[in-house]
């Protein structure tokens, strides 16, 4: 079981979506993905090399607070995404993985990084459900 990197401490829940094991923090509604299993969601490999293509490390974090990989629990790197969305992501310098923090997923994968349309159906399946059962509290 991994911590959550964004809440520390507290563990999380391992979701499988077509046969992928993705982390997720219920606290919080992060998400990390092991390097490995980003590119089992995205598919193909041409598309994996056009999408490690699309983020640029950063220098200036605009005050986001630095977290710890969740494997290595070594302060991981900003990292943002180029084209029509830009999100800031912590990505492990090790290369374990990255963290998306909550909603930031669905957005990726719905900014055209190539992911299957079934693909973006699943996870936002996944996490719709999650986010209205907190609504309805
Ligand atoms: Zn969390
Ligand atoms: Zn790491």
Do not use: Y
């Not at 499988?16 to 606290?27: F, M, P, Q, S, T």
């Amino acid at each position: 079981m991994l911590q959550c990197p964004a809440c520390v401490k507290k563990d999380m829940i391992v979701l499988e979506l077509e046969g992928i094991e993705i982390d997720h923090c219920l606290a919080c509604g992060g998400v990390w993905l092991d390097a490995g299993e980003l590119e089992l969601l995205i598919g193909p490999s041409d598309k994996v090399s056009s999408l490690r293509g699309a983020f640029n490390d950063l220098q200036d974090t605009g005050g986001e607070p630095s977290r710890k990989c969740p494997i290595c629990a070594k302060f991981m790197a900003k990292t943002s995404t180029t084209g029509a969305t830009t999100l800031m992501l912590d990505r492990c310098p090790q290369g374990h993985g990255i963290w998306f923090d909550d909603g930031e997923l669905q957005t990726f994968l719905a900014c055209g990084c190539g992911a299957d349309e079934r693909v973006v159906a699943i996870v936002k399946d996944v996490f719709s459900a999650r986010i209205s059962t907190k609504k309805g509290v």
